[in-house]
């Protein structure tokens, strides 16, 4: 009884062919509140940012400044061509009990949103985004503010700026997983 065993087959001279490249996906940071921070990059690696109101008035149910809030989502994404990464700023204590349900109320919107369209999101400590700016884990606003503006953009408030600080942050440390 001979056994017959297969011949390897011999090496291809051509080189691999290389995995198409992607285009650096959006990145966008939130400042989670009523007066909601933004700083967005781009996927051609511009950025720009903000802010957007999601004040309640007396003729608004209680859920529609999440409504609103989904719907800008959307218009960003949109705009965007898709987001890669949601960032956003995890707030562990609130002084106010008012704001930290508008906090929980963001915070679900978002993730929702996320999930149903698969982008990957994540929390980042307060404490880490002040380090990470301006050296202080308990930098107060003006600190945040100045450093922002150290490195060349203008926010508006403390709300652009935390949100500005989120997306240089994610840039230095997630920006390869979603390149």
């Known amino acids: 009884m001979s056994l017959l065993l297969p011949v390897p087959a011999a090496p291809d001279p051509r080189p691999a062919p290389s995995a198409p490249s992607r285009p650096p996906q959006s990145i966008l940071a939130l400042d989670l509140g009523t007066v909601l921070g933004w700083a967005l990059r781009a996927s051609d690696s511009t950025i720009v940012s903000g802010t957007e109101a999601f004040r309640q008035d007396r003729w608004s149910g209680g859920g529609m400044r999440y409504l ?17 990464l949601v960032v956003y700023e995890e707030v562990r204590r609130h002084a106010g009990t ?9 915070l679900a919107t978002l993730t929702a949103w996320c999930e149903d369209r698969n982008v990957a999101y994540e929390a980042v400590p307060v404490g880490t985004i002040k380090r990470f700016v301006t050296g202080k884990g308990n930098a107060g606003k003006a600190a945040v503010i100045a450093a922002i503006r150290a490195r060349g953009f203008n926010p508006a408030d403390d709300n652009e700026a935390d949100a500005l600080a989120l997306l240089l942050w994610a840039i230095q440390h997630r920006a390869g997983g979603v390149s």
Request: proline share 0%; charged share 25%.
């Open 98 to 106: 008012d704001a930290a349900h508008v906090y929980g109320g963001f």
């Open 68 to 84: 609103r809030f989904r719907r800008w989502l959307r218009e960003v994404a949109t705009m965007t061509g898709g987001l890669g």
